[in-house]
């Protein structure tokens, strides 16, 4: 049986209001799960709240490249991303990136995911991701073509999220990874088909090429999270969005560089 229309409304707005709460730090009111599994099922409008996140991070871009080289430009519009989603997915990226250097079995490289403290290669990660995004971003033709690879790498970046989740199992039992639930293929399927559409609208015809290494980029770092740490935790989770988003801009970026006169 399908649910009345204005069921399927609420359900559709709870559902944007935790992922908007999850995923941001925009100021809204207060959001409660009010069933087991909430957050796996708001994971379909991820990709929802990812465009918004890129569009607001493009709106920057804009203002800023009107007074600003391509490059400072491009680094504020990467510094709003960072300030909207409360670093969220970076902090994700470095702890994942200290537990893989980190010295030891799985489940020391667990226990050095959870030190909140960033080692070396936490560092490190964190350079490299604001850097190849903001140099990527920097070779746009134009600010309007930025805005919509920000758009494009901000939706389809979390719409691979839930898809991670269906290939990886939790790590470990406790934690903000194994605490979401798992969403189920409909939810997968309905992020990945949402993130498409968000690709294509940013990128045009460049989406296939961005929708392809954002997809080795995760193929990879699936592998390696399963052989290192057995599965995904928060951690794990972000820093696959960071890995998409950043080769979606890559790809963006060399697709800018090869239609060059």
Known sequence: MTEPPNSFARTLGADLHLAASFLTRLPLPDCTIVAAGGLARSMRVFPVIGAVIG??????????????????????????????????????????????????????????????????????ALIFSVGLRATALAEAPDALAGLGALVAAGALSRALVPAVMQVLGPARADGLGAGAGCPDITVAASAGVVGLIFAFIGLGG????????????????????????????????????????????????????GAEP
């Open 55 to 124: 569009a607001l991070g493009g709106l920057v871009l804009l203002l800023a490249d009107s007074w600003l080289p391509a490059l400072p430009a491009a680094l504020l519009a990467v510094l709003a991303l960072v300030l909207l989603t409360g670093a969220l997915h970076e902090d994700g990226l470095a702890d994942a990136a200290d537990g893989l250097g980190a010295r030891g079995d799985r489940d020391r490289r667990l226990e050095v995911m959870r030190d909140s403290r960033s080692g070396a290669f936490g560092v490190l």
């Open 206 to 257: 460049g989406a296939v090429a961005a929708v392809a290494a954002a997809g080795v980029a995760v193929a990879a770092g699936v592998t390696l999270a399963r052989r290192a740490f057995g599965g995904y935790t928060g951690d794990i989770l972000g820093a696959h969005q960071q890995l998409a988003e950043i080769a979606i801009l890559l790809a963006a970026a060399g697709l800018w560089a």
